[in-house]
C-alpha cells in the first residue's frame, strides 16, 4: 500500500481481484507509511484486509539483516521477490506473480472490471460521519443539475511534480470541460472541489459555481464522498477524482477527463468507457 486515498483503493481493488481468483494476499501497510507521510484511510470504508508482517515481508525482499544474510547476499545475490507493475498502464503479469511482492499503483479499471459489484460494495462509506455543513452541501448536490469538478494544486506544483504531473490540467483543460458540460447541460452546476480553495474562489465566479469547502487534507475522504453524489464529473489527472467519478451509480453520468494522464509517459488504461477525454 502506498500513496493517498485514491491510490489506496486502486491497491485494494487489486488485493479483492487477487483474493477472488483464489490467491493468498496479504497488505503490506507498513513499508510507505509512518511520521510524516499520508494517512492509511481505508478504514472510512470499514474494510479489513490479510497484514503482511514484517518477517514475511523479509523473505520476499530478502532482507534480512543478519550477518549470514549479508554474507550469503554477497556470496550468491539476493533472492528479491518483488514485482513492480511494467508501466503506468494495465500489467496482466500482475496477476500471474506468484510469489511476490507487488509494487505499483494498479491505476486501471481493467485489473477489477469482472468484479466491480464486489469494489463498489467495498467502498461504501460505512465509517463517515457527515459533518452540518457536509449534509448541506449534499443536499444542494442532490436538488440541482450537479457537476463535481476537481481541482488538484499544492503538491502538484512542487517542482519535483511538474514534470509528471504539470501543465495538464491547466486553466484552458477547464474552460473546454466546463464548456462541454454547459452545451450538453445547460442547466448544470458546478461544484468545485480543490486543495487550494482560495484560488479556485478567484478563478471560478458565478452563479453556476459552487466552492465546496468543509473538509482538509485529513477529512478528504468527505470530498470524494460528495463528488460520488454530483450527477456528472470533470475530474483531474487524479486518482482521487477518478474515484470520486467512479463510484458514481448514475448510468448516464458523464466523466470529462484530461486527454493526457502523465506529462512524461504515456497512460492509456486509467479511462474508463465513460469517459470523454479534453
Known amino acids: 500500500m502506498s500513496g493517498g486515498l485514491g491510490n489506496q483503493m486502486f491497491e485494494y481493488a487489486l488485493y479483492l481481484k487477487l483474493r477472488s481468483m483464489g490467491k493468498d494476499v496479504k497488505m503490506d501497510d507498513f513499508t510507505c507509511y509512518g511520521p510524516g507521510e499520508r494517512p492509511k484511510q481505508l478504514d472510512v470504508f470499514g474494510v479489513s484486509y490479510d497484514v503482511l508482517t ?71 462509506f460505512r465509517n463517515f460521519s457527515p459533518s452540518k455543513q457536509t449534509r448541506a452541501y449534499e443536499k444542494m448536490i442532490d436538488t440541482s443539475f450537479s457537476v463535481s469538478v476537481h481541482i488538484r494544486r ?58 465546496v469547502i468543509c473538509n482538509d487534507e485529513k477529512s478528504g475522504y468527505g470530498d470524494m464522498y460528495l463528488m460520488s453524489k454530483c450527477r456528472h464529473h470533470i475530474i483531474a489527472n487524479s486518482s482521487f477524482s477518478w474515484w470520486g467519478a467512479w463510484l458514481n451509480t448514475n448510468p448516464d453520468k458523464k466523466v470529462i477527463a484530461p486527454a493526457k494522464w502523465f506529462a512524461d509517459r504515456v497512460c492509456c488504461d486509467i479511462y474508463t468507457q465513460e469517459m470523454e477525454r479534453l
Request: aromatic letters at 16%; hydrophobic letters at 30%; proline letters at 5%.
Open 54 to 124: 514484517k518477517e514475511e515481508y523479509n523473505g520476499l525482499t530478502d532482507s534480512w539483516m543478519q550477518p549470514w544474510h549479508r554474507v550469503r547476499r554477497k556470496l550468491s545475490g539476493r533472492k528479491d521477490l518483488s514485482y513492480r507493475e511494467k508501466s503506468s498502464n494495465f500489467d496482466p503479469e500482475v496477476l500471474t506473480k506468484e510469489p511476490a511482492l507487488l509494487l505499483g499503483y494498479f491505476q486501471s479499471e481493467k485489473y477489477f472490471e469482472d468484479i466491480k459489484d464486489q469494489v463498489r460494495e467495498a467502498f461504501i
Open 154 to 211: 499544492g503538491d502538484y506544483l512542487k517542482a519535483e511534480n511538474v514534470k509528471q504531473f504539470g501543465d495538464i490540467c491547466n486553466n484552458g483543460y477547464y474552460e473546454r470541460a466546463i464548456g462541454r458540460m454547459k452545451e450538453l447541460f445547460p442547466q448544470a452546476r458546478f461544484y468545485i472541489f480543490s486543495n487550494d480553495p482560495e484560488w479556485t474562489k478567484k478563478h471560478f465566479t458565478g452563479p453556476e459555481f459552487v466552492p
